[in-house]
């Protein structure tokens, strides 16, 4: 149920960053059995950015600038810095703390939290939590991704999907209406999307690290698909439930950009416009994490919100991992 007078993080701030280097489907098509067409009528993708000089890092730190410059605050007002990413450029130092470096904010408690796509979702109902019980009361929330690393370019199935960048919003503590989120996982599902990790290539000691085979991201793409489509507009009704509201009262769904079939879907399944559903997904691909943070900037700085509007977030992901928030808009541009 809702929470009245209680404190919230409302945003005051967002940022994005891509990298320099655009890919489209015609380029992919000069390496693996597929076409522009194929690509833009399965998925909705018809380019992304991949990172070159970029990194995780730097990415998060520019998209985090930007949210922190819009928000009006200073680096060292900030509490805590959540980065959502499946993709660090270390296993340690965490990405949070390069971050809070760079940034200058010294003041900061700073970790990561990988969720794969749902990522971004559970870093929002994580600052959330920890501004109402009092705790902080400013939050810098970044999804960071340099997915083009762990990706198997010669695998039409997953190489046409991912793109790089970074995506930031600033949360800071207000009294006001606050709303329950709704978060799932099943590990049961975990093998239809996997990612590679250093722990987990099982290297004997006395190995040559020369011979450790890359791994790459692995995909059931219809699992996936199957999953998203099924859970993804169960949730944003548990979540409208669980807050006394209806699909009337909600002016915009923002889902992470998986896949344009996916949103088309799950529109479809709530009997709504698709006008309701903005997508950017044909200019990025899927950055996971940083996809809901890079279209809430995108939305944001095009003056599409408005105040007083409320939005539902829906991340859906590898865990298998899924989730929905509602939050009021109050951002004035």
Same mark, same amino acid.
């Given at each position: ?39 833009? %009528? ?12 970029e ?13 922190v ?25 965490c990405?949070?703390c ?7 904010a ?41 997915l083009?690393?762990?990706v ?22 207000k ?47 219809? /699992? ?8 993804v ?15 009337? /009262? ?25 006008g ?5 997904l044909? /200019? ?13 900037? %995108?939305?944001?700085?095009?003056g ?27 951002? %004035?541009?």
């Amino acid at each position: 149920m809702n929470k009245e007078q209680t404190l919230t993080g409302v945003i005051r701030g967002t940022g994005a960053c891509v990298p320099k280097r655009v890919m489209d489907n015609d380029e992919i098509a000069g390496f693996v059995e597929t076409s522009d067409e194929w690509i833009r %009528e399965r998925t909705g993708v018809e380019r992304r950015h991949i990172a070159e000089e970029e990194t995780t890092v730097s990415m998060a730190v520019e998209a985090g600038h930007q949210a922190v410059e819009e928000a009006g605050v200073s680096p060292e007002e900030i509490d805590m810095i959540l980065v959502a990413t499946g993709s660090a450029d270390r296993v340690f130092p965490c990405t949070a703390c390069q971050v809070q470096e760079a940034l200058g904010a010294s003041g900061a408690v700073g970790f990561d939290l990988n969720a794969a796509c749902s990522g971004f979702l559970f870093a929002y109902n994580t600052a959330q939590a920890y501004i109402a019980s009092g705790i902080y009361r400013t939050i810098l929330i970044i999804g960071s991704e340099s997915l083009s690393r762990i990706v198997d370019w010669t695998d039409r199935g997953t190489c046409i999907l991912f793109g790089d960048g970074a995506g930031a919003v600033l949360l800071q503590a207000k009294e006001g209406k606050s709303y329950q989120p709704v978060s799932h996982s099943d590990g049961r599902g975990g093998p239809a999307l996997t990612g590679p990790g250093v722990l987990g290539r099982a290297r004997s000691i006395d190995q040559d690290p020369k011979e450790t085979k890359t791994e790459y991201i692995t995909m059931n793409g219809k /699992d996936v698909f199957q999953f998203a489509v099924r859970k993804v507009p169960q949730v944003i009704k548990e979540v409208l439930k669980e807050n006394e509201l209806s699909t009337e /009262d909600i002016d915009w769904f923002v889902l992470h950009q998986a896949n344009a079939r996916i949103v088309d879907a799950v529109a479809r399944r709530l009997r709504l416009d698709i006008g309701k559903f903005p997508m950017n997904l044909q /200019d990025y691909g899927n950055t996971s994490s940083a996809s809901i943070p890079i279209l809430l900037n %995108e939305l944001n700085r095009k003056g599409v919100l408005k105040k007083g509007q409320k939005l539902v977030l829906a991340g859906f992901g590898a865990g298998l991992s899924w989730g929905a928030s509602v939050l009021d808009w109050d951002l %004035e541009r």
